[in-house]
């Protein structure tokens, strides 16, 4: 079954792989709706100057760590589309100060990351899932897709507490390339060679091989 198809929802759009997962998006046949969604309006305006002469591209302002934004887009989904075929989480936050950490760790930066690569997610589907079980009533795919970076993985990048305690907590599924232009076409038609029954929790890399947690 073909997974990236129909109505896809797609978050985290301000940078790197949700950036350019986009006009991938919007380059496959089987797509006919694309919600982008992006907290950076300049992104967003960066969005709107993509080829998309189907009418394919709807952006939302989407900030995942806000409950009623998160509400609103799912709003607008149904709405338009009624249902959802594919649900691609992909917003996360690794910021800078270095304080989600074991020695001289603060407790305000731990939430705020787990808040947002965690939490954020679950409301996500939380929001979503009706729709997406509107998709699988009518034998269409439903698919939920989580993506992270290297740095998700234990084994691979020893040291980076912060987004080993919060991935470990998610049901992961894409390792990236360095450079995202060339990663969001492979892994779109990697999801589109994934089964519910081989790929269902796994952390893969691009081109579907397993990644050591």
């Not at 198809?5 to 006009?23: D, K, S, Y």
Request: proline letters at 3%.
């Amino acid at each position: 079954m073909v997974r990236v198809n129909g109505a896809v929802l797609v978050t985290g759009l301000n940078r790197g792989i949700g950036l350019e997962m986009t006009p991938s998006l919007l380059n496959k046949e089987n797509v006919t709706k694309v919600y982008a969604g992006s907290r950076n309006r300049d992104k967003s305006e960066m969005l709107r100057s993509l080829a998309d002469p189907n009418g394919k591209l709807r952006i939302l302002e989407l900030d995942v760590s806000k409950d009623s934004s998160i509400k609103s887009a799912a709003e607008t989904v149904a709405e338009e589309s009624k249902h959802l075929n594919l649900l691609i989480n992909n917003a996360a936050i690794l910021e800078n100060d270095h304080r989600a950490v074991i020695i001289g760790g603060e407790r305000s930066s731990w939430l705020r990351h787990f808040d947002v690569n965690v939490v954020s997610s679950a409301m996500m589907i939380q929001e979503c899932l009706p729709f997406l079980q509107k998709a699988e009533a009518k034998n269409e795919s439903a698919t939920i897709l989580n993506i992270i970076g290297r740095k998700g993985s234990i084994e691979l990048c020893p040291g980076t507490e912060r987004l080993h305690g919060n991935y470990a907590n998610m049901c992961t599924t894409f390792q990236g390339l360095s450079d995202p232009s060339k990663s969001a076409p492979i892994i779109l038609d990697t999801i589109d060679g994934m089964t519910i029954a081989n790929d269902s929790g796994k952390y893969l890399d691009r081109k579907g091989r397993t990644i050591p947690y």
